[in-house]
C-alpha cells in the first residue's frame, strides 16, 4: 500500500518512462507488433498512431503495472491474513478482495489530488481485475493442495 501511494502522489512527468526507454531500447523493432493493438480507453483510442510506439509501450507498461501491483495486494493481504487469523479460507479471500478494491478507489481518489494525474473509474476496474487474478490463483494452489493431500 506504501508503494502505491508513493508512486500515486508522483506527477505524471515524474513516472514519464519515454525518455529512458527510447534511450535504451531501438522502438521501431516493436512496431509491428504494435502497430496491431488499438482499442479504447477513457474515450481516448489507443494505437500507436495517436501515442507513438513509445506512448504505446508505456501505456501498456502503466497498466500492467495496475494490475501487477493489485495483484500482489490481494495476495498479500491474504498472506497477511491467513497468517495472523483464524479465518477460513471463504472469509480470508472475501476480506482480501474487498480491502483491495477499496484501496484501488482510494487510490484513484488520491490521484485527483495529484498534479497532472487523472481518476479513472477504469482503473478501479482494471485494479480490481489484478485482485481477481490473485483470487483465483490462491484458489487454485489451495485446491491442487487438496487434491495432492488425497
Known amino acids: 500500500m506504501g508503494m502505491i501511494f508513493y508512486f500515486s502522489s508522483q506527477p505524471y512527468e515524474q513516472q514519464d518512462l519515454r525518455p529512458t526507454m527510447n534511450l535504451y531500447i531501438n522502438l521501431d523493432l516493436l512496431k509491428p507488433v504494435l502497430s496491431l493493438i488499438e482499442f479504447t480507453y477513457y474515450g481516448e483510442t489507443i494505437n500507436i498512431e495517436n501515442r507513438g510506439v513509445d506512448g504505446m509501450l508505456e501505456f501498456l507498461i502503466r497498466k500492467a503495472a495496475h494490475l501487477t501491483v493489485f495483484f500482489l495486494l490481494m495476495v498479500t493481504t491474504f498472506l497477511a491474513f491467513h497468517h495472523n487469523t483464524g479465518w477460513g479460507l471463504k472469509g480470508k479471500l472475501i476480506a482480501s ?23 479513472y473509474a477504469g482503473d478501479v476496474v482494471l485494479d480490481s481485475v489484478g485482485g481477481l487474478i490473485g483470487v483465483c490463483l490462491i484458489l487454485l494452489f489451495f485446491f491442487r493442495k487438496r487434491i495432492f493431500k488425497r
Request: aromatic share 18%; glycine share 0%.
Open 97 to 119: 478482495y474487498i480491502i483491495t478494491v477499496l484501496y484501488a478507489c482510494f487510490d484513484e481518489y488520491h490521484q485527483s489530488l495529484t498534479p497532472n494525474r487523472t481518476p
